[in-house]
């Protein structure tokens, strides 16, 4: 007996077509165009959310020298005197206090020089 597979196809490129939905042109409607389309920009997405990570990272870094030379020192310099004093604090609350928290941050400079 001959299987067709006409539901599990329709199935398929309709699923593929829904994540096609927003784009422009022929990309949207037609399933060889969307399936090209869709690949990559999965693709780019996968790329993307680790790219945000490194984006994320070096601006909070930038964000914390800035603050750090305002209190007379350097990124460099803050990040070895605070592992060496023992501070455990991530890069992200750093900037955080920085940025919202000037004072604090301050106090955490200072506590990293003693």
Do not use: H
Not at 29 to 40: D, P, T
Not at 87 to 97: F, S, T, Y
């Amino acid at each position: 007996m001959r299987v067709k597979k006409g539901v599990k196809a329709r199935r398929r490129r309709n699923r593929v077509l829904k994540l096609a939905k927003g784009f422009r042109g022929r990309r949207k409607n037609c399933y060889r165009r969307a399936n090209q389309a869709v690949e990559r920009a999965q693709d780019y997405a996968t790329r993307d959310r680790r790219q945000k990570r490194r984006d994320f990272r070096a601006l909070w870094i930038v964000r914390i020298n800035a603050a750090a030379r305002l209190n007379g020192t350097t990124y460099s310099k803050l990040t070895a005197a605070l592992r060496k004093a023992g501070v455990i604090v991530d890069r992200k609350i750093l900037a955080d206090l920085a940025l919202s928290a000037p004072g604090d941050f301050a106090a955490v400079v200072k506590a990293a020089r003693a």
